[in-house]
């Protein structure tokens, strides 16, 4: 959790699915990834709670390419989007 009801997206590296994570192959050193990204829990008209993606911890991207970006314009999109 990072504050309230706020958590850090982590993904986590179990040997049987490395096959389907690809970031594990780029990361070879790491057991678990922190994407920076972060979410709140809502409840949905079906009782389910669904995550609802609130913003980043960072505001620059750096991809494994080394690629660099301000990811604040994609962060903004994708709160528009439905």
Request: hydrophobic share 45%; charged share 25%.
């Amino acid at each position: 959790m990072v504050v309230d009801d706020l958590y850090e997206l982590h993904v986590d590296r179990i040997v049987e699915s490395d096959t389907f994570k690809g970031a594990f192959y780029t990361c070879l050193n790491l057991d678990s990834i922190q994407t920076a990204e972060v979410y709140s829990p809502i409840v949905d008209k079906f009782g389910s709670i669904r995550w609802v993606f609130r913003g980043r911890n960072v505001d620059m991207v750096k991809l494994s390419w080394l690629a660099k970006f301000h990811a604040t314009h994609i962060g903004a999109a994708l709160i528009q989007h439905d």
